[in-house]
């Protein structure tokens, strides 16, 4: 069971073929097995036992009791009765032909009459065949009078009395014979075109009696009218004409007052029969001839009419003519039976297995299968998920490009979905193809590139170059992946300008920079220098060019000073980052107050580093003289910590 028509009014299809084309019955089988625990196929199920013919069903129909459903269909011809409390197959029973169409007179199964192709009635017991008696011409339909216990039989072709006129065969139950037909204009035929006549020979096509309420009987041909007879009177007592195209569908509304007929090019009108004019006039779209036209009622008394071609199923409202709701099965579609008092429909179609839908809108679940109430409870509490896997999403635009626009309303491989319509994959390929016949040239220059441009991602990028903050990009770089570079702060719009204006330039002398990267080595200093050192270069060889001994000179000087001079640094975690020199006693006092301690690899609060020398250098040297120590209370200036000692 599946969502098959999502909307205001949904629609679910309980069983049915989702294909076309049916599959081999030993595939069928495995993919059943194979398919039993899979998410997708958890809610299907089987509703009736072998509901299906070996190749395709003509007519279906259910008893007035609502106990028994009976098809037929083919091959070989026969037709089944479904026995609605066990849910499964009552009987099978083949016939001699294909059969037609068929009725069942009682309110079971027990007596129903069969209307077969080679110009034979038959009537069936659930014993079997009762009796066969034979037609003059070929029939049309089947219409029975309850009253007067009569079987209508409309025929194709002209009556032999020579009077031009189409016949209605009645043939009378209770005494076992016919009584003289009624008589209908059809046309004309061709001299000398025999009993049966030819091919283009008018017929009366369909039947349609109102016995719950006036009893009157009404006659569609090919001529486009409808012949009204009263069976009391056994006259004609009206003429509908006017119609396009021949009439090939009828039906009474409950109350009799009106009544719908269905034409060969697809047109539904509804006429008041105290009235010529139509009361609703509709087009089904598809141009094909209406096979079953049938008044509904939903459970707030809201009138719908239901109208179906071999394509599509279209329910209307009777009051205002809009569409209601629409069912396109994968399949042909030969006769629809609705369920009485309840949402079900039941289909005859081309395919293997026969279709049943549920409509909620329309009415509760019948009461041999009330379970399927539960289940559209369950389905609508759940999200649902469109997915179209082998669709590609085309505008009117495109398909008009790709001269696919011819198809729209006219096939299942074009869903109307938003401003577009989903086209098959397979389908939009060959159309593709047709329009554009180097479209494999293309294609093949695209996965090319695509290639290319996957080869080229696979490449060691360098580093990437920026304005500003070039140590950010490189920290960023080293930290993060590098296919995740582009979504992050370096692909980000936001975040341009850090990367290339002046003013968002990092200061990493600055004392906030240094608190939250203490262990970041600053290169600002060493750089000063540095550029320092490059000037004075600069000016000493403009100046002293002429002089390379003072050159010389100085660099022994250097030397010699490096190897003769005791070296010894000492560093405290007190001034880190202060200044050499002292400073003001106003420019100390916005520093004072809990100096942040930089991370250092000592442990405590000093760090004292010495050169080694040997011991005859350091006896050589005259012994320093001694430091006064200070004794008036003030607090040194000085930076070097063993001025004190």
């Known amino acids: 069971m599946k969502l098959t028509n999502p909307g205001a009014v949904p629609v679910y299809t309980v069983s049915g073929p989702s294909t076309a084309r049916p599959l081999p019955e030993w595939l069928a089988r495995r993919r059943k097995r194979s398919a039993k625990y899979e998410p997708e ?55 001699k032909s294909e059969n037609t169409t068929f009725i069942m007179l009682s309110q079971d199964y027990t007596k129903s009459v069969h209307l077969q192709s080679d110009r034979s009635i038959e009537f069936h017991t659930p014993m079997g065949c009762h009796y066969e008696v034979r037609l003059p011409r070929f029939g049309r339909d089947l219409a029975y009078l309850r009253q007067s216990t009569e079987v209508l039989i409309p025929s194709v072709g002209l009556s032999a009395d020579g009077s031009g006129m189409g016949e209605v065969f009645r043939l009378d139950l209770e005494r076992g014979q016919f009584l003289r037909p009624w008589q209908v204009d059809v046309g004309e035929d061709e001299p000398g075109a025999g009993l049966q006549g030819s091919i283009n020979v008018g017929a009366v096509n369909v039947a349609a009696v109102a016995e719950a309420t006036h009893g009157l009987c009404a006659f569609g041909t090919t001529l486009g009218t409808v012949e009204f007879y009263d069976p009391r009177s056994r006259n004609r007592v009206a003429v509908l004409g006017g119609q396009e195209g021949e009439i090939t569908a009828l039906d009474y509304s409950r109350d009799g007052l009106s009544l719908a007929l269905g034409t060969g090019t697809g047109i539904v009108q509804v006429f008041d029969l105290r009235n010529p004019r139509p009361l609703m006039r509709k087009d089904q779209g598809m141009g094909l001839p209406i096979k079953n036209i049938i008044h509904l009622t939903t459970p707030t008394e809201e009138k719908k009419l239901l109208t179906a071609d071999k394509r599509i199923i279209k329910l209307w409202d009777e009051q205002t003519g809009d569409l209601w709701t629409s069912i396109e099965p994968t399949v042909e579609i030969n006769h629809v039976a609705h369920v009485p008092d309840s949402g079900m429909l039941l289909t005859a179609n081309e395919g293997k297995q026969m279709h049943s839908f549920f409509i909620p809108n329309l009415g509760l679940a019948p009461r041999w299968c009330h379970f399927l109430d539960n289940m559209v409870h369950e389905m609508e509490n759940e999200k649902r998920v469109d997915t179209y896997d082998n669709y590609k999403f085309l505008t009117i635009p495109e ?117 939250l990267n203490p262990s970041t080595q600053v290169g600002g200093q060493d750089v000063a220098v540095q550029h320092v050192k490059d000037d004075s270069s600069v000016t000493s060889n403009s100046d002293d060019e002429s002089d390379p001994e003072s050159e010389v000179e100085s660099k022994k000087k250097k030397n010699k000073k490096s190897k003769d001079d005791v070296v010894m640094q000492v560093s405290s975690s007190k001034i880190a980052g202060g200044k050499a020199k002292d400073t003001a006693f106003g420019q100390r006092a916005p520093r004072t107050g809990r100096v942040t301690k930089a991370r250092t690899d000592v442990v405590g609060e000093q760090k004292i580093t010495f050169v080694p020398e040997s011991k005859k250098k350091k006896q050589a040297e005259p012994e320093a003289a001694p430091t006064r120590k200070r004794h008036d209370g003030r607090r040194s200036a000085s930076t070097n910590t063993f001025r004190r000692l």
């Not at 196929?41 to 509901?51: D, S, V, Y």
């Not at 441009?453 to 950010?472: M, P, T």
Request: hydrophobic letters at 35%.
């Open 41 to 95: 196929e958890l809610n299907n199920f089987e509703l009736l036992q072998n509901f299906d013919f070996e190749e395709a069903s003509n007519c279906v129909r259910v008893s007035e009791d609502g106990n028994w459903i009976m098809s037929s269909g083919t091959y070989k011809p026969q037709f089944h009765v479904h026995n609605t409390q066990e849910l499964s197959l009552s009987f099978a029973r083949h016939t």
């Open 399 to 515: 398909l008009k490009q790709l001269s696919l626009a011819h198809l729209v309303g006219k096939t299942n491989l074009l869903r109307p979905y938003m401003h577009g319509y989903f086209v098959h994959s397979k389908l939009y390929d060959q159309a593709r193809l047709i329009a554009n016949p180097y479209v494999w040239e293309e294609e093949r220059a695209k996965r090319v590139k695509e290639k290319v441009e996957k080869a080229r991602e696979s490449r060691i990028r360098g580093v990437k170059k920026v304005k500003v903050n070039q140590k950010l990009v490189d920290k960023i770089v080293d930290r993060s992946d590098k296919k995740k570079i582009a979504a992050g702060v370096l692909g980000d719009s936001r975040f341009g300008k850090l990367f290339e204006d002046e003013e968002f330039k990092v200061d990493e002398m600055s004392r906030e920079f240094r608190a």
